[in-house]
């Protein structure tokens, strides 16, 4: 039964993570591309503000149920697929808080309503990037915790 309740925490946490990064891959990235830089400050400085403290929630809580349910599984297939899991979201967590994190922090210390600085230097292509490492790692915990809870 705990491995039940775990498998849908697990599953559901890791594919929200997935879903939400594959959404703004697809939609959001190339909005954000096409728009000048002092619009893409202000765009992106909304976008932020109920993403930042929702996602890590759910990634790390994903990560470590994944982990309980690698040492938890029946049988050593379901156990590496759940400890794959573990990795890969500790991974997209990793992405997002070494990598886009930092570019966030700064377009964030921006006033979006002031010329920007003449150093100013674009990270639209960096963010993107990084983003795309994390959605891949994220679209391959869901299918590898998808395996481990079927078989």
């Known amino acids: 039964m705990l491995d039940n309740a775990l498998g849908v925490v697990a599953l559901s946490g890791s594919g929200i993570t997935a879903g939400v990064l594959l959404a703004v891959a697809l939609s959001v990235v190339p909005t954000l591309r ?14 932020g503000r109920n993403w930042d403290p929702t996602m890590p929630v759910i ?10 349910l690698a040492v938890l599984a029946d049988g ?46 674009d990270p639209r292509a ?10 891949a790692l994220a679209i391959a915990a869901v299918l590898v915790n998808a395996t481990a809870a079927v078989i």
């Open 59 to 68: 990634v790390l809580t994903s990560a470590l149920t994944s982990l309980v």
């Open 76 to 121: 050593a297939a379901a156990r590496v697929l759940f400890a794959a899991g573990t990795v890969l979201l500790v991974a997209v967590s990793g992405v997002s808080h070494l990598l886009n994190v930092p570019l966030n922090r700064q377009v964030k210390s921006l006033d979006p309503d002031a010329p920007l600085p003449a150093d100013w230097r």
């Open 34 to 47: 096409a728009v000048s830089p002092p619009l893409y400050v202000r765009i992106h400085q909304l976008l």
């Open 126 to 135: 960096e963010w993107r990037r990084w983003h795309l490492l994390r959605t």
